[in-house]
Nanobody
């Protein structure tokens, strides 16, 4: 059973940076597609970035391209999301997610439904 635990959320002023972490356990052999999503209460969950664990390829939603960077530390089984130039509209609950398989692509609308494994989320609040 894959388990994911996010950390690193908090409050920051606009223009600031935060790095989120996602500690993973329970991976079995093979490749996974892992990613970061966010959700504002009452709105659809939004895909931000994904990474294929097998070859390290990364994919980004247009809304965060150039500002957010997804990366992984294989030795620590930890996924990261480095967020820069934060805006008040980035305020949301942030989740990491994973699914088995090498196929990975830039997250689009409703792609969050393809991920069966989720963390509990970490809140990010950006003030103006």
């Amino acid at each position: 059973q894959v388990q994911l635990v996010e950390s690193g959320g908090g409050s920051v002023q606009a223009g600031g940076s935060l790095r989120l972490s996602c500690a993973a356990s329970g991976y079995t052999g093979g490749s996974y597609c892992v990613g970061w999503f966010r959700q504002v209460l009452g709105k659809e969950r939004e895909g931000l970035a994904t990474m294929a664990t097998g070859d390290g390829r990364t994919y980004y939603a247009d809304s965060v391209k150039g500002r957010f960077t997804i990366s992984q530390d294989n030795a620590k089984n930890t996924l990261y999301l480095q967020m820069t130039l934060l805006k008040p509209e980035d305020t949301a609950m942030y989740y990491c997610a994973a699914r088995r398989g090498a196929a990975c692509w830039a997250p689009g609308a409703d792609d969050w439904q393809l991920f069966p494994y989720w963390g509990q989320g970490t809140q990010v609040t950006v003030s103006s």
